[in-house]
């Protein structure tokens, strides 16, 4: 088993700053994926951004240039530091990792990020 905590979320303003952080635990394999995903009231969960365990990055096009996902190994913890925020990216983030040769995801609870107009 996988245990996912996020930290991070708030309230900010449009235009400002804001840091997640998941901490991982558990029975991590050598090989997996962490990522961040979001969901917004009304809509379906969207991938935000992943990062491999060898450092391969993934964005949405919404978020590109905006958002950078970093890890750090050694905490087996990911980060998503979020610049130029939007009303529209105001939803519950919620930490992904997946790992196995069939495919397991786990989620962490998810963590609230609101920005005001």
């Known amino acids: 088993q996988v245990q996912l905590v996020e930290s991070g979320g708030g309230l900010v303003q449009a235009g400002g700053s804001l840091r997640l952080s998941c901490a991982a635990s558990?029975?991590?394999?050598?090989?997996?994926?962490m990522g961040w995903y979001r969901q917004a009231p009304g809509k379906q969960r969207e991938l935000v951004a992943t990062?491999?365990?060898?450092?391969?990055?993934n964005y949405a096009d919404s978020v590109k240039d905006r958002f950078t996902i970093s890890r750090d190994n050694a905490k087996n913890t990911v980060y998503l530091q979020m610049y130029s925020l939007k009303p529209e990216d105001t939803a519950v983030y919620y930490c992904?990792?997946?790992?196995?040769?069939?495919?397991?995801?786990?989620w962490g609870q998810g963590t609230q990020v609101t920005v005001s107009s």
């Open positions: 992904n990792l997946i790992q196995g040769i069939v495919p397991k995801n786990y």
């Open positions: 558990g029975s991590i394999f050598s090989f997996h994926t």
């Open positions: 990062i491999t365990n060898g450092g391969n990055t």
